[in-house]
């Protein structure tokens, strides 16, 4: 759906992923700017900038790819933007600038179109730091400038054609020809000089015409075209880096014109090699040779000459008439085709008019039909499409010994050349090519010159090598930004608001592959049952000590054990989780718990048992929840039995629902897992079915992997992992976005959020804040102070801060102690906080 804005009004920002942040750093964000845009526009740069963007957006190596272009709506105002996508990817974003009412020679500087851009890169979001231009004909030579003065982004142009050396765009003599002044129709252009520009190819046409002005005319354009070359070469100083996809265009732009060598990369075209395959064209050797031309059936692209030299054919060799045929592609045009389909008529020779095509088809519909393709351009062609195309399909070419054609074709190689411009000499290639048949094989076993495989470039490798270009014109800058990018800084709490006590770390009923206590890999519990040392078991004073300390100074909730299972807790003087709820109860705080989901417990009591004595103080209940599948469940978290689980968190949310009808709070339930390779495929599935129960809450962290044998199941190990973990981010938040709970709410993914693919070292945002520090409390079974939930023996390298079971030592003089505030100023410096996958970035605090 298209929309209209004004030149002033705001745009919706676009693009708003939340892995935007990150990728904006580390991805390249592009902005293509061109001066037409299918499927308004479908000549050679037009089509070229759609195919790059929707290649470069599938790259997934870009943060955003955006388009500026101009339409041609006459029944709209002029400068109006209007939003629209990309028809074969609707992601990315189109902004058309119209510009109906050009002059009879358009300005090259058009401040209305340059005040719409700088408009539309203000708005851009992510920013693009990479414009690249394909023409700025009809928009304006401002444009790089702007680019830089409001995204301070690097500027790229490709060169199509000699727009930017000549001021006609093709070096071709474009003004009257007539006899009277000695002028033939579109001679070769020699080289750039105001002078000979404005009497060649301005007064002539655009001139009043009388001998009185015809010297104020001549210097009006003169000076006209001075100020046009002049603007033209302030745009190319502010340009980063200029694309010649071919050497000759190359060549002349640095010899001709000076740009310095090291700012003009030659970078061939590349091609969407897939729909040029499966050639099969059916001919015997006495059929008739077909010679095709495909393009505008304009003078500059020589059609004419074609049909002049099948008539010498024709009239020298009458006899050879029906020995060949010519086919024209492309669509009529109302000036010239009537003249060339009588050309055709008088001469006496076969030919076919075929109408355009499009691309995707062209081997069904062109290549399949024709044995030769003519390309008889008189002007110095840059790299003509076609000839990489018909190359790619094994379709010799016969085209001119001049400019970017003749770079491409080898005489008696991959086809035949003629003489630039000259009839009589494509008049005998064409006779060279029907009087000797079998030359058609040997010209078609060579395709294009320059690869091994006879393969043109494919769009691919053109896109990685572009992707390269922008990554190195951006590096400093992105490191720069990075370097800048700090976290914002923490601010403290009074006191914690939350307390997490590892009340009995040693008890649990399974045996999960990650849990770094109960895990078969971990040697922690065989250690302790080989030393026989007892179960470490919290002391039920020490909470009920830091509670009464805390609870009128903010404390708002406290977590039981998340390392071993709750609700076996009972210390050594047989204190249960029942004095634990008792506690919440009398102190009015809540209870937040982390359960295997099994409710095994000493007292035996039942999942509705339980869930009676939990309901009044919980505040939420999470359980351990890492499949949808029963194998993949009972891998993970070994000794679980999943249709136990269902049966239990089943009935734990009908007894919350009945509490919740009753008018009571509402506890939110929660499915907590570890993001693995084992349970990946199954995580949208786990989603759905959080939803279909009345789940509130899907909460998960990438691994911590303890243990070398399961190193493999970290998402965050590669490239690939990251953008196999980021695809199942995009389907479970489409999933969370298209079902929606039984309350007609949308259910909560926690920490589902893209990783950047190309992280290196920037694998965690660098604004990504602890969520934990100066916020909330760990105490370890025996009164230890932590300050998060890392692995134990990592979390020790943060500093050692204090004990409350110590005489003099309580949680508040651990809390406002300089070594806890140091750490809170000086976190990211800690080697283990800078890869911590428990910040997060600052859209998702
Ligand atoms: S005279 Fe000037 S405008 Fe004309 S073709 Fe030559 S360079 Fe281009
Ligand atoms: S390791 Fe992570 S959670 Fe712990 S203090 Fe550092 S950043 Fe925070």
Redesign the pocket.
């Known amino acids: 759906m298209a929309r209209f804005l004004g030149i002033s009004g705001k745009i919706n920002r676009v693009c708003f992923s939340t892995s935007s942040i990150i990728q904006t750093i580390t991805k390249p964000s592009v902005l293509l700017v061109n001066h037409g845009y299918p499927p308004l526009f479908n000549a050679g740069s037009e089509v070229y900038t759609q195919t790059l963007a929707v290649r470069l957006n599938r790259s997934r190596k870009t943060s955003a790819v955006s388009i500026i272009a101009r339409e041609q709506n006459p029944f709209r105002d002029d400068f109006i933007i209007r939003q629209t996508q990309d028809e074969h990817d609707s992601t990315i974003p189109i902004f058309l600038i119209n510009h109906a009412r050009e002059a009879p020679y358009q300005r090259f500087v058009n401040t209305d179109i340059d005040h719409c851009f700088k408009n539309l890169c203000q708005n851009l979001y992510p920013k693009p730091n990479i414009v690249h231009f394909g023409h700025l004909n009809h928009l304006s030579l401002t444009l790089p400038q702007s680019a830089k003065d409001i995204l301070n982004a690097k500027v790229i142009y490709t060169l199509h054609d000699y727009w930017l050396m000549c001021p006609r765009g093709q070096f071709l003599i474009n003004g009257v020809a007539s006899t009277f002044i000695n002028q033939k129709p579109y001679e070769l252009c020699t080289g750039q000089e105001d002078k000979k520009c404005a009497s060649k190819c301005f007064t002539s046409r655009f001139a009043t015409g009388t001998t009185i002005n015809k010297d104020r005319e001549m210097d009006y354009w003169t000076w006209w075209i001075n100020e046009r070359m002049h603007t033209v070469r302030q745009a190319c100083d502010t340009i980063d880096m200029f694309i010649a996809p071919s050497l000759h265009l190359q060549k002349r732009f640095i010899d001709e014109f000076g740009l310095p060598p090291e700012k003009v990369k030659y970078l061939p075209y590349g091609f969407d090699r897939s729909i040029l395959s499966n050639r099969r064209r059916i001919r015997s050797l006495n059929d008739p040779l077909v010679f095709g031309y495909i393009g505008r059936h304009a003078p500059s692209k020589g059609i004419n000459l074609l049909l002049e030299a099948a008539q010498q054919i024709v009239q020298t060799h009458p006899d050879l008439i029906n020995r060949f045929s010519i086919v024209i592609y492309g669509r009529p045009d109302s000036t010239t085709t009537n003249y060339l389909q009588t050309m055709a008529k008088i001469a006496g020779i076969l030919i076919e008019w075929r109408s355009e095509y499009k691309n995707s088809e062209i081997v069904e519909r062109v290549f399949n039909q024709v044995d030769y393709i003519v390309v008889p351009s008189i002007w110095d062609e840059n790299s003509p499409l076609v000839i990489h195309e018909a190359q790619q399909c094994r379709v010799p070419v016969i085209t001119a010994d001049h400019g970017g054609m003749s770079e491409l074709v080898k005489d008696g190689v991959n086809g035949l050349i003629f003489t630039h411009r000259n009839v009589s000499s494509l008049a005998q290639v064409i006779l060279q090519a029907i009087q000797q048949p079998d030359l058609l094989d040997k010209l078609s076993q060579h395709g294009y010159l320059y690869s091994n495989d006879k393969q043109v470039p494919s769009i691919e490798s053109h896109v990685d090598q572009l992707i390269d270009l922008y990554s190195t014109l951006t590096k400093n800058h992105v490191e720069e930004q990075v370097n800048h990018l700090q976290p914002k800084p923490i601010e403290s709490l009074s006191a914690p608001r939350r307390i997490t006590f590892d009340t009995n770390p040693d008890d649990c009923n399974f045996s999960c592959i990650m849990c770094e206590q109960h895990s078969e890999h971990s040697p922690h519990q065989k250690a302790r049952k080989e030393a026989k040392i007892r179960r470490r078991r919290m002391d039920f004073d020490i909470i009920k000590q830091v509670v009464a300390e805390t609870a009128s100074l903010g404390l708002q909730e406290i977590i039981p054990s998340t390392m071993g299972e709750p609700l076996m807790y009972r210390d050594a003087k047989g204190r249960t989780f029942e004095d634990i709820i008792k506690l919440c109860r009398d102190y009015n705080i809540k209870l937040n718990l982390t359960t295997n989901g099994s409710f095994f417990s000493p007292q035996g009591h039942s999942v509705t048992e339980w869930a009676h004595l939990l309901m009044p103080v919980l505040s939420d209940i999470k359980f351990s929840w890492n499949g949808s599948t029963k194998t993949t469940q009972e891998l993970v978290m070994k000794n679980s039995k999943l249709d136990k689980q269902l049966k239990n968190l089943t009935e734990f949310i009908r007894i919350r629902d009945e509490y919740t009808d009753k008018g009571d709070n509402r506890v939110s339930i929660t499915l907590q897992l570890t993001f693995m390779e084992i349970n990946l495929p199954e995580i949208p599935e786990i989603v759905k079915l959080g939803i279909s129960l009345g789940v509130d809450r899907i909460k998960g962290h990438h691994l911590w992997a303890h243990f070398k044998q399961i190193k493999d199941q970290n998402l965050r190990r590669s490239p690939e992992s990251i953008h196999r973990w980021n695809q199942c981010v995009i389907e479970c938040q489409n999933i969370a976005r298209q079902y929606l709970l039984p309350t007609g709410k949308q259910i909560k993914l926690e920490n589902f959020f893209e990783l950047n693919e190309q992280s290196g070292p920037f694998t965690i945002h660098p604004q990504?804040v602890?969520?934990?520090?100066g916020k909330e409390a760990w105490i370890n079974h025996s009164g230890r102070f932590d300050?998060?939930?890392?692995p134990d023996q990592?979390?020790l390298s943060?500093g050692s801060f204090g004990n409350v079971q110590n005489s003099n030592e309580t949680l508040m003089k651990i809390w406002t102690s300089d070594a806890y505030k140091n750490?809170i100023n000086n976190?990211?410096k800690?080697s283990?906080?800078?890869n911590?996958?428990?910040?997060k970035p600052p859209e998702l605090k």
């Open positions: 990504s602890c969520p934990f520090l300050p998060c939930c890392a990592e979390r943060l750490l976190y990211t800690y283990l906080c800078q911590c996958n428990m910040r």
